[in-house]
């Protein structure tokens, strides 16, 4: 099971390190073997001639790939919820905090400002 979950655990870093190749490697290897044997099982159920045509090939490869896409691109596009995040060794060692002021204007950055009413004959009378 934990070779599972490393699988399918995204890596947060950017770039194409050896980590992400490896998993990759690993990812479309399982996913060619799968492939093999699904169709190996389609041929011996009497389906061989339909996958032999392209809209037999066409179908088996949609079937597979659209529930599979997830699998063979994990590390692909870095959730949203991991981008932003820095490891824990990271967080206490080596990064400088921020001061109250930097912190305030960040979190006051995007909060929402009321209008007031409508100036003019812009409006309704």
């Known amino acids: 099971m934990k070779l599972w979950r490393w699988l399918m655990t995204p890596d947060p870093q950017p770039g194409l390190t050896g980590r992400k190749l490896g998993r990759l490697l690993i990812?479309?290897?399982?996913?060619?073997l799968l492939a093999t044997l699904l169709s190996a099982l389609l041929r011996a159920l009497g389906l061989g001639p339909y996958l032999d045509t392209w809209w037999g090939?066409?179908?088996?490869?949609?079937?597979?790939?659209?529930?599979?896409?997830?699998?063979l691109t994990v590390d692909t596009f870095v959730?949203?919820?991991?981008?932003?995040?820095?490891?824990?060794?990271?967080?206490?060692?080596?990064?400088?905090?921020?001061?109250s002021a930097e912190r305030r204007r960040e979190?006051?950055?995007y909060a929402g400002?009321?209008?007031g009413p409508p100036r003019g004959r812009g409006g309704r009378r």
């Open 27 to 32: 990812r479309v290897l399982l996913f060619t």
């Open 57 to 71: 090939t066409l179908i088996f490869v949609l079937l597979l790939y659209i529930p599979l896409f997830r699998f």
């Open 79 to 99: 959730p949203r919820r991991l981008a932003g995040r820095v490891p824990a060794g990271r967080a206490r060692g080596g990064a400088q905090t921020s001061s």
């Open 107 to 109: 979190r006051n950055r």
């Open 113 to 115: 400002v009321r209008k």
